[in-house]
Nanobody, 123 residues
């Protein structure tokens, strides 16, 4: 089970930090990819930030330099720190974790994924 939190409303230029607790989900460095996607109304879900199996981070071009993905393995938690937020960042943000073979590119995880229910971010 993946449970996101930390969403909310913020003014343009502000910051938010999202968290995702990966309860009951077993993943380990070297075998799993984790990351964040988002979906705005009327748009397709898009990858935002991801950590590959070797913990290398990648980001969508639209968030590079503003968003940072990190994980705390002791807490089984994934984070997304978002700075300099813009109106176009408004979306439901989803945490995702791979369920098998995976790779990441430009903030997107490729492979079969487990999903959280999402948390709303409004700018």
């Amino acid at each position: 089970q993946l449970v996101e939190s930390g969403g909310g409303s913020v003014q343009a230029g502000g910051s938010l930090k999202l968290s995702c607790v990966l309860s009951g989900y077993t993943y380990s460095t070297g075998t799993s990819c984790v990351g964040w996607f988002r979906q705005a109304p009327g748009k397709e879900r898009e990858g935002v930030a991801a950590l590959d199996i070797d913990a290398t981070a990648s980001y969508a071009d639209s968030v590079k330099g503003r968003f940072t993905v990190a994980q705390d393995r002791d807490k089984n938690t994934l984070y997304l720190s978002m700075n300099s937020l813009m109106a176009e960042d408004s979306a439901v943000y989803y945490c995702a974790a791979s369920a098998g073979n995976c790779y990441t590119i430009n903030g997107v995880i490729r492979g079969r994924l487990h999903w959280g229910r999402g948390t709303q971010v409004t700018v």
